[in-house]
């Protein structure tokens, strides 16, 4: 996912997705094969929808910074670069991952001379051991306090009910919580190209050892989160995500994938 933001840099113009440390973060090696990334149909549409997913939190959280809220927290950061260009002076960032995700996370900073910012706070998780929210507490978050969430490219690899336990410990932390996060849906709900772009990735994501467990109807979703008592909730498909995006691009570029959409939530 870096390397395609990565690339989106430098192969896409103008850019949907602006982030000047996302050729560093990557590290020299991969970076030297950024200009041999496919440039076939199908990946300029896979790195457009993770171009346009990143936009839309970022897009979400300056909404969110403007009513008042000076927390955010990334769920799966991975190696995500927003804490260390965060434009917000008042706002702290809480990484959450894994402690050995975190742990290269911070060799390859150190590598590639991205200091660690004093508003950004890396909260270790063993999903083995305790939940995320224990892991923040630890980590200083004030569950008092509204916060914004956002949590990119990884529902699709957990059980729906996993998922959907997550979205309801957001909410009850904290009755104005926000959060953005991208979800598949079922694979008899898309065309025949759809059918294909997903067995193929489903493959290609299977052999790697994370399969996707998680898809949502989009009605059966928002009706969830109503239920647990999300009361502004955004769904974008590909024709939205497109239209607020890649309107009038000379390039072609176009997000396009059936397979993902784009939910921003808050109560």
Do not use: C
């Amino acid at each position: 996912m870096a390397e395609r933001r990565a690339a989106h840099q430098l192969l896409d113009h103008p850019l949907v997705f602006e982030d000047p440390l996302a050729v560093r973060i990557i590290g020299a090696r991969a970076e030297a094969n950024l200009p041999e990334q496919p440039k076939n149909f199908v990946a300029a549409r896979f790195r457009a929808f993770m171009a346009a997913r990143s936009r839309f939190a970022e897009d979400e959280l300056r909404v969110a910074v403007a009513r008042g809220v000076r927390q955010y927290v990334i769920l799966g950061a991975g190696l995500d670069t927003f804490a260390y260009r965060n434009p917000y002076p008042d706002l702290r960032v809480f990484e959450v991952d894994h402690p050995s995700t975190q742990a290269w996370k911070r060799k390859r900073l150190a590598q590639v001379g991205i200091p660690i910012p004093s508003t950004m706070t890396f909260a270790p998780v063993d999903f083995t051991r305790e939940t995320f929210d224990d892991a923040l507490a630890s980590a200083g978050f004030d569950e008092g306090a509204p916060a914004f969430f956002s949590w990119l490219g990884v529902t699709m690899y957990l059980e729906r009910e996993l998922v959907l336990g997550t979205l309801r410990a957001i909410h009850e932390m904290h009755a104005s919580n926000g959060v953005v996060f991208d979800y598949a849906v079922p694979r008899e709900t898309l065309g025949l190209v759809g059918r294909l772009a997903l067995d193929a990735v489903s493959r290609r994501v299977k052999k790697a050892g994370e399969p996707f467990k998680g898809f949502f109807a989009p009605a059966d979703l928002v009706a969830a989160l109503h239920e647990i008592g999300y009361t502004y909730i955004e769904d974008l498909g590909s024709t939205e995500i497109d239209a607020r995006y890649f309107t009038g691009r000379t390039d072609k570029l176009r997000s396009g994938s059936q397979l993902g959409r784009l939910l921003s939530a808050r109560g």
